[in-house]
């Protein structure tokens, strides 16, 4: 790689990092907004026209607070759970291709930081890693409202990444690579994947909301039973982390289904766009597409956590264990007869 | 990029990605606390993905980070936390035990010296095909020449998966959950 080349992915990390903190930052916003709408308030309002300051000031409420350790946590731990928890969350925006190539002057640019050949694997793993954060902050708290909480999202976790992994099988028989770039290309115009994978992405999006801790699998902070959850002890900023990290987990993973099912950065009728645009709007349009997918997937996210009240933890097993994994073989085997014989 | 940016990558980053793998698995013994030594066994088996990295082995790379990391550490963790053990719950080991465990860790240590002493130093390794650890390479590999093998331990798992349901349900009647 020459030095160009270096300087544009930098770019490119850094512009990615700020827009998955803003995007986080104004999801709180648009939380609150929309649980006011669906409840008949107004929201927040106070701070700046129609409360638009309020996740700043939201920020600095949360670093002006006094930080506490508990006297028999440990320390070290205690601080290394939100801060792994954040980190996981960032990691993933990595592998998401936004864009086709975009021509700037006379450099082509590709809309993605790496595009390694196992993409989805790696949004895979990272998902996995998520949990350490809340299992580590959980223990560290030694307060046993938290660690039922982290064992609770370890539990979880583990029980919807199954059937997450063999609803993204199916959708693997069919496209062929694991290569997240290759996988956007695939989808041009209008062929998306949610069109010969319905069920497939069903089944995503519910682990989806599982393994971002959404209602209404929120057990882990599940208030009605375990005061906060795994961060019953935290306060300031290292609260504000989980929080932020949970945002930032619904934006990535948010974007992981616009690319694996809906489309990514296609839409129909691109072709046409593309020639009467030109090479540096045509592209940056596909990725507007993207990101009202996006924003539509969040909106989705919260619609559902202000309609549907939490899962019993049985009930929550019983759907992980019961009815997502043999629903999730029996659209891998239907995958494969109809690409077989059809 | 791929291929050759990985392979280009020279010997140092292997030799302290290696010296953080052992330096990590003694800490996984050392430590007091099992959670963190647990932690510990976390790091090591990242850095074993790293390794994997440096071979040009993608997938075992990431299947590693997602099977090892992503799910049987975090069932580790999740028991010990349940167990919850710590200095005060272990129970005081008779010093008979300790010599004995000294004695046989010892004869161990012996005969893997003795093993390695035979060992010369390798000529470098370079494969014929460096794609070979590529998701598709080692996906034709599994199916064809290896299929059989396969194939049976996956059935190794099944009946091991089997086994493990057979002994946590004692219940001759379980209750509905």
């Known amino acids: 790689m020459e030095l160009g080349d270096i300087i544009i992915k930098f770019i490119l990390v850094v512009i990615i990092f700020a827009i998955s903190l803003v995007v986080a930052m104004y999801s709180t916003y648009a939380e609150r ?103 580590i902050g959980g223990w560290a708290s030694n307060n046993k409202y938290s660690l039922l909480g982290a064992i609770r999202a370890a539990s979880q976790n583990i029980s919807y990444e199954i059937s997450m992994g063999l609803s993204i099988i199916a959708l693997l028989m069919l496209t062929g690579t694991l290569s997240l770039r290759e996988l956007a290309a695939q989808q041009h115009d209008w062929h998306w994947n949610v069109l010969r994978q319905p069920l497939g992405f069903l089944l995503f999006i519910v682990c989806a909301f599982a393994e971002t801790n959404r209602t209404p ?67 940056l349009i596909g990725v507007i597409v993207l990101f009202a997918k996006i924003f539509l997937f969040i909106f989705f996210f919260m619609w559902v956590r202000w309609t549907i009240p939490r899962f019993r933890y049985d009930q929550l097993m019983d759907l992980g264990w019961k009815v997502l994994i043999p629903l999730a073989i029996a659209n891998i085997v239907l995958t494969g007869l109809i690409s077989n014989y059809l | ?125 370079l ?6 650890g590529l998701v598709q390479n080692l996906g034709k590999v599994l199916f064809n020449e290896f299929l059989l093998p396969f194939e049976i331990s996956s059935l190794l798992l099944l009946s091991a998966m089997v086994g493990a349901v057979l002994l946590a349900t004692k219940d001759p009647k379980p209750k509905s959950v």
Not at chain 1, 47 to 62: N, S, V, Y
Not at chain 2, 127 to 132: A, R, V
């Open chain 1, 33 to 135: 907004k929309i649980a006011a709408f669906f409840q008949d308030r107004i929201g927040p309002n106070r701070a700046g026209p129609w409360g638009l300051l309020q996740p700043l000031c939201d920020g600095a409420k949360m670093f002006l607070k006094e930080e506490i350790i508990p006297t028999n946590a440990s320390a070290f731990l205690f601080i290394a759970g939100p801060s792994l928890a954040i980190l996981t969350a960032c990691l993933g925006s990595a592998v998401i291709p936004w864009g086709q190539n975009i021509q700037i002057g006379s450099r082509v640019v590709e809309l993605q930081v790496a595009d390694i050949n196992v993409g989805v694997l790696y949004i895979f793993g990272v998902v996995s890693l998520g949990v350490y954060g809340v299992m």
């Open chain 2, 1 to 125: 990029m791929g291929i050759r940016y990985f392979v280009n990558i020279n010997m140092n980053t292997f030799y302290f990605i290696a010296f953080l793998s052992i330096f990590f698995s003694i800490l996984v013994i050392t430590a007091k606390n099992p959670v963190h030594s647990i932690l510990y066994l976390v790091l090591t088996f990242f850095t074993f993905t790293v390794h994997y990295i440096l071979l040009n082995a993608q997938f075992l790379a990431v299947v590693n980070f997602i099977v090892y990391m992503g799910a049987i550490l975090v069932l580790f963790l999740y028991t010990l936390m349940l167990i919850n053990l710590n200095k005060d719950s272990e129970p005081v080991k008779s010093n008979m035990v300790k010599i004995a465990a000294v004695l046989g860790g010892g004869c161990l240590l012996v005969v893997l010296v003795g093993c390695l002493k035979q060992v010369g130093v390798a000529d470098p390794v």
């Open chain 2, 127 to 132: 494969l014929k095909d460096p794609g070979l």
């Open chain 1, 217 to 283: 699998f929120d057990l882990p902070e599940c208030e009605t039973e375990l005061v906060g959850g795994y961060h019953t002890e935290y306060s300031s900023m290292k609260l504000g982390f989980y929080l932020f990290a949970e945002y930032i987990n619904m934006f990535i993973s948010s974007a992981v289904m616009a690319t694996l099912y809906w489309g990514g950065y296609n839409y129909p009728g691109m072709d046409w766009v593309l020639v009467h645009t030109g090479p540096t709007i045509g592209p």
